[in-house]
């Protein structure tokens, strides 16, 4: 086969590799679909964008969207947004939901709450639908010492302005529940507040909850009002219980004190018999020296032991005696004998 004649066919293929680069880098059918839904866009415009590393189809096609519901957005404010990072699709649909809800949101604005990291359609959404956020079960205690546990329902729309900077869901949570712990700490009595609900609501909507937060508070509704312990008598038990082992502390010390006395009393006592011990042991010894020395004489010694058993004598006849409880002295025993 002639060489000639497969230039043309080399060309050809060439050629149409070429042609396949170029359509798949100049996105002409995106080109196409934007004039066709008549929104006027440079085909340049779509190549710049290939060069900066955006997708054209993540602007052109929300740039149609927006152009069909009459909302004015020009590329360079998609393009930038897309470039900081945002959700170029999210905020279009954002903005064509306060368009059809009258709700005034410029670009600039609904862009800065979707670089702020908050769901800008939701917000809307929110603001057309409030939303109910229900609290967990909070728990409180009257002046009577009664606990109440209550469920609120708070019924609350999104605020636009204070999207950005704006506290969210766990702040209004947090604020209803304290809210709710002071109206039922205020009362006297718990029984009121099961009478009367609605006082921690009208309590809690007095307050201002919503202030610094991205929501604005229509109602605040108890769902669930409930008697829980008696907490006052609980306190009191415990403050009796450490009483008593405090009480029972210091008697467990002055035992201990009484019982340390004893035995010190006990050491002293046989202290003293040992005195008495050692000076009955030197008796005789002054007996034999005064024998001695001649002050005092044989019958002096053997009247003094005369004395001596007479008073034993003395002592086992007592000992021996009738009982001091006994009226006739043991007689009527002997009688009956």
Not at 9 to 15: E, K, N, P, R, Y
Not at 58 to 86: C, F, M, T, W
Not at 93 to 120: H, Q, S
Not at 173 to 193: F, L, M, P, Q, Y
Request: avoid cysteine; aromatic fraction near 2%.
């Amino acid at each position: 086969m002639d060489v000639a004649a497969l230039i043309p066919l080399f060309l050809f293929a060439v050629g149409l590799i070429a042609a396949a680069i170029i359509l798949s880098f100049i996105p002409v059918g995106l080109w196409i679909s934007a004039l066709a839904a008549g929104v006027k866009i440079g085909i340049i415009t779509l190549i710049g964008m290939r060069l900066r590393r955006v997708p054209p189809a993540r602007i052109v096609n929300p740039l149609i969207k927006a152009d069909k519901a009459g909302l004015a957005v020009s590329v360079n404010q998609l393009e930038a947004h897309y470039l900081a990072g945002g959700n170029v699709d999210r905020v279009v649909d954002a903005l064509i939901a306060a368009e059809r809800a009258n709700i005034p949101l410029a670009f600039e604005r609904a862009a800065a709450i979707d670089l702020a990291g908050r769901n800008v359609l939701e917000a809307v959404q929110m603001s057309v639908n409030p939303k109910v956020i229900e609290t967990p079960l909070i728990s409180a205690v009257a002046k009577d010492g009664i606990e109440v546990k209550a469920i609120a329902r708070v019924t609350v729309r999104a605020n636009i302005d204070r999207l950005v900077g704006g506290a969210g869901e766990e702040t209004i949570i947090a604020r209803v529940g304290e809210g709710v712990v002071t109206t039922v700490g205020s009362a006297d009595n718990h029984k009121a507040v099961l009478e009367n609900p609605d006082m921690i609501s009208q309590t809690v909507l007095g307050k201002g909850l919503d202030a610094g937060t991205a929501f604005e508070i229509l109602s605040i509704d108890i769902a669930d009002v409930d008697v829980g312990r008696n907490i006052g008598a609980q306190l009191q038990t415990d403050q009796a219980e450490a009483d008593k082992q405090i009480a029972q502390a210091k008697a467990e010390e002055r035992r201990a004190m009484a019982v340390a006395k004893e035995q010190e009393m006990k050491a002293a006592v046989q202290e003293m018999r040992a005195k008495v011990v050692e000076a009955e042991a030197q008796v005789p010894e002054a007996m034999a020296e005064a024998l001695k020395s001649g002050r005092m004489g044989v019958m002096d010694y053997y009247n003094m032991q005369n004395i001596l058993a007479d008073t034993q004598m003395r002592d086992a006849i007592s000992k021996t005696g009738p009982k001091a409880d006994d009226p006739d002295g043991g007689r009527g025993k002997r009688r009956d004998k």
